[in-house]
């Protein structure tokens, strides 16, 4: 079984700093890693994701994330925040052939002037 | 290519009555997935389609079905609808390939069920 935390549901951050929202993960097996982006009233929107090609991935946006095996962490980073990054953000896990995402509960990012 | 679409966009329903979401999967994607998200449960995984068959299943009651059809578009159905029921719906399509466990899934913008 899988499961994915999500260290604080919200998270503040002023225009021009450094994005870090926390996801740890639990697998039984090698997992697949991602994290997906939800604005207001849409669907979800992958930013980046992890399938063990290498550690440190690059998304859009200028969004990166660390896969960190010691400390089953993927945390999400970007180095400048943007007033359009104002959204939730969703940590998700895949092991095995089935397509099934576990998701974490989310983090809502706010990006204040 | 045309996105993931879901139909109806916005729903409201009185309980016991049911209800079907449509999703057309982009062009060329097979497997088809559904999840519930609610504030309180957040995002749930419900059923994943593969080539008109169920090829994997949340923990959902049987009250919620879904079906695939030949051209992979897929429908879902909640029978008996309760007030709980109330949440956005999304579905999600992924892209053929030998490496499919890492593929990722592509989602639709919702169906927002309302259960008065």
């Known amino acids: 079984a899988q499961s994915v935390t999500q260290l604080g549901s919200h998270v503040s951050v002023s225009e021009g700093a450094l994005v870090l929202l926390r996801c740890n993960y639990s697998?039984?097996?090698?997992?697949?890693l991602f994290w997906y982006v939800q604005y207001p009233n849409q669907g979800l929107q992958l930013l980046l994701k992890?399938?063990?090609?290498?550690?440190l991935v690059k998304g859009i946006n200028g969004f990166e994330a660390e896969f960190k095996k010691s400390e089953t962490s993927f945390h999400l980073t970007k180095p400048s925040a943007h007033m359009s990054d104002a959204a939730e953000y969703f940590c998700?896990?895949?092991?095995?052939?089935?397509?099934?995402?576990?998701f974490g509960t989310g983090t809502r990012l706010q990006v204040t002037l | 290519k045309a996105g993931v679409t879901q139909t109806p966009r916005y729903l409201i329903k009185t309980r016991g009555q049911q209800v079907t979401l449509s999703c057309s999967p982009i062009?060329?994607?097979?497997?088809v997935s559904w999840y519930q998200q609610t504030p309180g449960q957040g995002l749930q995984f419900l059923f994943e389609?593969?080539?008109?068959?169920?090829?994997n299943k949340g923990n959902f009651p049987g009250r919620f079905s879904g079906r695939q059809f030949s051209n992979s578009r897929s429908e879902m159905n909640v029978s008996t609808l309760e007030l709980g029921d109330s949440a956005l719906y999304l579905c999600?399509?992924?892209?053929?390939?030998?490496?499919?466990?890492?593929?990722?899934?592509?989602f639709g913008p919702g169906t927002r069920l309302t259960v008065l």
């Open positions: 999600a399509s992924s892209p053929p390939g030998g490496l499919a466990d890492h593929n990722e899934q592509f």
């Open positions: 697998s039984s097996v090698p997992p697949y």
């Open positions: 992890y399938t063990s090609a290498a550690t």
């Open positions: 998700a896990v895949k092991a095995g052939t089935a397509s099934k995402l576990t």
């Open positions: 062009s060329g994607h097979r497997s």
């Open positions: 389609y593969f080539s008109e068959t169920q090829r």
